[in-house]
C-alpha cells in the first residue's frame, strides 16, 4: 500500500513540474514574441523561360509544387531556353535587439537580397538594410529603414554560458511562411562541431525547428535570447527533433561590432594546426591526445614572434584546456586583439609557458589555393612500399607545378600508394610532399630512403612525416606495430 501511495505522489509530482513549466511558457510568450519578426527576401536570378517568379516563394510550405506547376505548362512563360532574370523569394526569422530596430539573422537569409520586408508580430511591414554580415559565424544586423522616430519592443542577449544540458528552450519562428509560430523543448547539447566553419560550437535542442527558422531567437524561460537558430538535421527536409543554434555567447560580440563598425575583426596568431594522434604524440615524447599540434607558423604572425615553433603542442590558451584542434580557434577568435596570451604547450616532452599578443586576423592572406590536377608516374615497389605502402619520387619543376607547390620546396612526392596500407589508413595521399622524417630533412629521394631506413632499423613504433599538401604542412603519425 505505501508503495502505491509513494508512486502516486511520485506521479503527481511530476506531472505538476512538467504543468508549471507550460505555464511558465505560456505567460513568457507575450513578453517575447513582439519583438521576433519574419524576413522576406528577393533576389534576383538567371532562369530559363519566361523570367517569371515562381507560385510559391522558397520556404513555403507548398514550395515542392512549383516544379509540378511548370513542368505541365501552368505557369506562364515557362518555355523557351533563353535566359532571363526573375525575382526569387525566401523566408526566415530575426528578432529585434534594439528599439531603434536593429535585427539580428543568419546571414544566409538575407544573402544576395536586393530587398529586405520585415512583418512585425502585428503584422506591420517596414523595408530593412543590411548593417553589416559575417559568413564565417552565418550572422548578420539588419535596420528597419524610415521607421519615422518608432520604439520598437525588443529583447536582450543572455549569457549561453549559464545554460545547462536539459534546461528548458522556446523557440520563434516563421517555418515554412506561416508566420510566428512557437515551439519548446529542452537543450539536448552543447558545443556541437558540425564541421560547417572554423567556429562551430553549436547549441543542440529537441524544439521543433524548420525552414524559414533560420535566424530565429532560442530563448531561455527568463525570456533572453540564448541562442539564434541556425541548421537542423533531417533525412526528410522537415523537423526531426534535431536542431542547432548559435550560441549567445559567440553571437552577441559579434553583433556588437558590426553594429558599432559595420564590419568583424577577430583575433589571430598566424599559425596553421592539426589533431594529435597517438601516433603523433609518442614520436613527440607526449603522454596524451588532446591539443593543437602546429604544423607550420606565418614567419610574421604574433606565434613566430613569441618563440612557438613547428611541432609544439598546444595544450592550454589563457589557463583553459584546449581539448582539440577545433576549440583552440573558438578560445582566439573571441580573444581581443591586442591583449596578451598565455599558451602552455608541450615541446620535447617538456611543458613551456610563451605569451603572445594577439593581431588581427588578416582575411586576405589566408584563401586555400587551388587542389593540384594531373598524374603522377608510377614508382617500382620497394622497401617504403612493402612496409608502409607508397612510393616516392624526386620532385622537378614540372610536378611542383602540376601539385601547385612553391618552386622553392625541398623533398619527394608520393607517386603511388596502396589502398589500405598502413600509409594510406593514417591519411596520407598520392601526391603528398614528404619534406621531413622523424625531424629529419628529407630534400631528395638519396636522403629520403637513408633517413627511412634509420628510422625502420631502431624498431620504434611509429615514424612521423611532415607533408607539403596544397602548400600547407600536416603531420602523420604512422603506426608500425
Not at 125 to 130: C, G, P, S, T, V
Not at 205 to 224: Q, R, V, W, Y
Not at 279 to 298: F, H, N
Request: a neutral charge; hydrophobic letters at 35%; glycine letters at 10%.
Amino acid at each position: 500500500m505505501k508503495k502505491i501511495a509513494l508512486l502516486v505522489i511520485s506521479l503527481f509530482f511530476s506531472y505538476n513540474s512538467y504543468a508549471v513549466t507550460a505555464t511558465n511558457i505560456a505567460d513568457l510568450v507575450p513578453e517575447i514574441i513582439p519583438a521576433v519578426v519574419n524576413i522576406s527576401t528577393t533576389q534576383k536570378i538567371m532562369t530559363k523561360g519566361g523570367g517569371v517568379n515562381p507560385m510559391f516563394p522558397q520556404g513555403s510550405p507548398f514550395e515542392e509544387f512549383n516544379e509540378f506547376f511548370e513542368r505541365f505548362g501552368m505557369v506562364p512563360g515557362w518555355e523557351g531556353d533563353e535566359e532571363n532574370p526573375r525575382n526569387a523569394m525566401s523566408l526566415g526569422t530575426g528578432f529585434i535587439v534594439d528599439g531603434e530596430g536593429y535585427i539580428v539573422t543568419n546571414f544566409h537569409v538575407i544573402q544576395n537580397s536586393e530587398e529586405i520586408t520585415v512583418t512585425l508580430n502585428d503584422n506591420t511591414k517596414y523595408q530593412a538594410e543590411i548593417i553589416g554580415s559575417d559568413n564565417k559565424t552565418d550572422l548578420a544586423l539588419l535596420k528597419i529603414k524610415d521607421n519615422k522616430g518608432k520604439k520598437f519592443p525588443s529583447v536582450k542577449f543572455g549569457d549561453s554560458d549559464k545554460s545547462r544540458i536539459g534546461d528548458w528552450v522556446v523557440t520563434i519562428g516563421n517555418p515554412f511562411g506561416l508566420g510566428n509560430t512557437v515551439t519548446s523543448g529542452i537543450i539536448s547539447a552543447r558545443g556541437r562541431d558540425l564541421h560547417a566553419g572554423n567556429y562551430d560550437d553549436f547549441i543542440q535542442t529537441d524544439a521543433a525547428i524548420n525552414k524559414g527558422n533560420s535566424g530565429g531567437p532560442m530563448f531561455n524561460l527568463d525570456g533572453e535570447v540564448i541562442g539564434i537558430n541556425t541548421a537542423i538535421y533531417s533525412p526528410t527536409g522537415g523537423s526531426v527533433g534535431i536542431g542547432f543554434a548559435i550560441p549567445s555567447k559567440m553571437a552577441e560580440p559579434i553583433i556588437q561590432q558590426i553594429k558599432d563598425t559595420g564590419s568583424v575583426k577577430r583575433g589571430w596568431l598566424g599559425i596553421v594546426i592539426q589533431p594529435v594522434t597517438k601516433e603523433i604524440a609518442e614520436s613527440l615524447k607526449y603522454e596524451g591526445e588532446d591539443g593543437a599540434l602546429v604544423v607550420e607558423l606565418d614567419p610574421k604572425g604574433p606565434a613566430s614572434k613569441a618563440g612557438i615553433k613547428e611541432k609544439d603542442i598546444i595544450v592550454k590558451f589563457n589557463n583553459a584546456l584546449v581539448t582539440s584542434n577545433r576549440s583552440l580557434p573558438r578560445m582566439v577568435v573571441q580573444t581581443p586583439i591586442g591583449s596578451k596570451a598565455e599558451v602552455e604547450l608541450i615541446r620535447d616532452g617538456k611543458h613551456k609557458t610563451i605569451s603572445v599578443k594577439v593581431e588581427e586576423y588578416p582575411e586576405a592572406d589566408n584563401e586555400l589555393k587551388e587542389s593540384y590536377k594531373g598524374s603522377m608516374p608510377k614508382e617500382k615497389q620497394s622497401k617504403v612500399m612493402n612496409t608502409f605502402g607508397f612510393a616516392v619520387s624526386d620532385l622537378n619543376k614540372d610536378i611542383k607545378n602540376q601539385l601547385g607547390i612553391n618552386e622553392n620546396v625541398k623533398g619527394v612526392f608520393i607517386s603511388n600508394i596502396k589502398r589500405g596500407s598502413l600509409a594510406h589508413r593514417s591519411g596520407m595521399m598520392r601526391g603528398d610532399v614528404i619534406v621531413e622524417v622523424n625531424q629529419e630533412a628529407t630534400p631528395d629521394s638519396n636522403s629520403f630512403y637513408k633517413v627511412l631506413d634509420n628510422a625502420l632499423s631502431k624498431k620504434a613504433s611509429s615514424t612521423l612525416f611532415v607533408i607539403l599538401r596544397k602548400n600547407q604542412k600536416i603531420m602523420i603519425g604512422v603506426g608500425l606495430r
